[in-house]
């Protein structure tokens, strides 16, 4: 390498080491950047979209988290309602609280018609013979459903509402047998046991009701009155 080569590298390097540091700006780069040092731009890219990745999946865990919380709520509300549903002694209670109701309306009807036309039935003899007819009819269905409530075999814990139940039945069996004897005999005797009978049925229609209540009270079943009766829940 002759001087002059010497010097021109020497030069060269003189320049380079006073250009350190100097930004220009770069048309590649779109900025300005150390012509002498590595393109900053491209760190920047990097990092943004490190940033915005990063940010992307905070979202999605906190989100899933949210999913993940909200699934929990239902599935516990569901494990709440199956809870009570799966009881087996309310689940009994229940079916036979229903049953009960089912009897309950047949009875009423048999003596809401003995009672309503018993003394238009000593009128004449047409009202006479349609009252007695029904009211043979309705000893019949009477007799089909004692025999089906003495049958059915309810919890323990429903033993003295359903015994209410049974007088009940048995009681409207009396009352159709004292209004058909007093009817067909103009009997005054049968007329006051009819009567009596009456005034008991509606004893032990409260008295049902009653021991209802204390039985979904002891058994843990949630209730409430109304006007007409009573409301109560069972989870099905």
């Known amino acids: 390498m002759n001087k002059t080569q010497r010097n021109f590298r020497k030069e060269m390097k003189k320049i380079a080491k006073e250009k350190q540091g100097e930004e220009v700006y770069s048309y590649v780069h779109e900025n300005y950047t150390n012509f002498y040092s590595p393109p900053k731009r491209k760190k920047d890219r990097v990092k943004k979209l490190i940033k915005a990745l990063f940010s992307l999946l905070i979202l999605f865990l906190v989100g899933l988290g949210m999913a993940v919380a909200t699934n929990n709520f239902k599935d516990f509300s569901s494990i709440k309602y199956n809870s009570v549903a ?83 039945c048995k009681n409207t069996s009396e009352l159709l047998i004292h209004a058909s004897n007093a009817v067909r005999n103009n009997d005054k005797q049968n007329d006051s046991k009819f009567r009596a009978v009456l005034n008991n049925l509606n004893i032990l229609a409260n008295q049902e009701m009653s021991q209802l209540k204390k039985m979904f009270d002891r058994t843990g079943i949630k209730w409430e009155g109304t006007d007409t009766g009573i409301r109560y829940w069972i989870f099905q």
Do not use: C
């Open 86 to 168: 799966s009881n087996p002694l309310h689940k009994k209670i229940s079916e036979n609280v229903k049953y009960g109701e089912r009897i309950g309306k047949q009875l009423n009807e048999y003596i809401t018609y003995s009672a309503n036309m018993y003394a238009s039935a000593f009128q004449d003899e047409r009202k006479k013979q349609e009252y007695l007819d029904t009211i043979t009819t309705y000893q019949n269905e009477v007799h089909d459903i004692m025999e089906d409530v003495m049958n059915n075999n309810p919890p323990k814990d429903m033993a003295d509402w359903y015994n209410t139940l049974v007088e009940r």
